[in-house]
């Protein structure tokens, strides 16, 4: 037995979906869906040409925002330096007004020079405290007053002849204890 329900066109586009199921009426499945001014038609829903080009440009402009920085970056291969600073030790205790600081490097035929650097934990700057450019690179650095009763960290930077500087090739050296004598 079947039960027809006669339902007003609003009442028929409320339940649309469900309602062909539930009411088994033939023609509710005809009754095309509607939002706003546009129609689904039998094949769904229209595509709008300006909004698929719009997303089209869109995506292409984030992969070309993406892409182009990989893309255009020259690979740098690393210099093939490595080095390890050798002295002074971690934690050392220094009581005279030298410090001798080396630089042990596997491949000194490509470095122009090398500059030693140092800094207080107190000031937290590093500077400049010489350079060699002559393999063993070593230096004998005479401590100035400013860095007496202080701890402090050494480490280098590396020149090389094709231009490229290598920096903290053997890390720091941390903890040196410089005091006054």
Do not use: C, H
Not at 90 to 119: C, H, M, R, Y
Not at 153 to 173: C, M, S, Y
């Amino acid at each position: 037995m079947r039960f027809w329900l006669i339902l007003s066109e609003k009442e028929q586009y409320l339940t649309e979906g469900i309602g062909a199921f539930l009411y088994n009426r033939p023609d509710m499945a005809q009754i095309l869906e509607k939002r706003g001014p546009i129609e689904k038609g039998p094949k769904g829903w229209p595509i709008n040409p300006f909004g698929a080009a719009a997303i089209a440009v869109f995506i292409l402009i984030i992969a070309l925002l993406i892409l182009i920085p990989i893309v255009s970056q020259k690979l740098k291969k690393a210099p093939f330096v490595n080095g390890k600073l050798s002295a002074p030790q971690a934690g050392e205790l220094v009581k005279s007004k030298t410090l001798p600081i080396k630089l042990d490097l596997d491949n000194p035929s490509k470095v122009a020079k090398v500059q030693f650097w140092a800094k207080t934990y107190a000031e937290n700057k590093w500077e400049i405290i010489g350079e060699d450019s002559d393999s063993p690179f070593e230096l004998e650095w005479q401590i100035p007053e400013s860095y007496r009763n202080k701890s402090v960290a050494i480490t280098a930077n590396v020149f090389l002849r094709n231009g490229q500087v290598v920096k903290d090739p053997g890390g720091w050296r941390e903890g040196i204890i410089i005091l006054n004598q």
